[in-house]
């Protein structure tokens, strides 16, 4: 069974700092561009950062760009997003999905075939 599971999520309080995870099962991510999505309340999924399956060639939305960094454990069979200097704009439930990619304005949630059940983000004081 393929399943996309994300954890790490939680509340922080401005200026903090979380490290999401995004373990796969029953299938191999190393394979796969893996993406992280958010979704704020009323707002739509937006892109956040991507992976690529190959040399590992990163993507990021201008709003975190400097702040958050994708990696990759293929050992683990896991991605991770380390977000630092977190604001409260970054509150949102967090998804990781596998097997889409990007293009110049950012990766397409439509394109991407398996999605985790996501990860609440609370960043507040």
């Known amino acids: 069974q393929v399943q996309l599971v994300e954890s790490g999520g939680g509340l922080v309080q401005p200026g903090g700092s979380l490290r999401l995870s995004c373990a796969a099962s029953g299938f191999t991510l190393d394979y796969y561009v893996i993406g992280w999505f958010r979704q704020a309340p009323g707002k739509e999924r937006e892109g956040v950062s991507c992976i690529s399956s190959s040399d590992g060639t990163t993507y990021y939305a201008d709003s975190v760009k400097g702040r958050f960094t994708i990696s990759r454990d293929n050992a683990k069979n896991t991605v991770y997003l380390h977000m630092n200097s977190l604001k409260p704009g970054h509150t949102a439930v967090y998804y990781c999905?596998?097997?889409?990619?990007?293009?110049?304005?950012?990766?397409?949630?439509?394109?991407?075939?398996?999605w985790g059940q996501g990860t609440q983000v609370t960043v507040s004081s």
């Open positions: 999905a596998a097997g889409g990619g990007w293009g110049p304005s950012g990766p397409n949630p439509d394109e991407y075939d398996y």
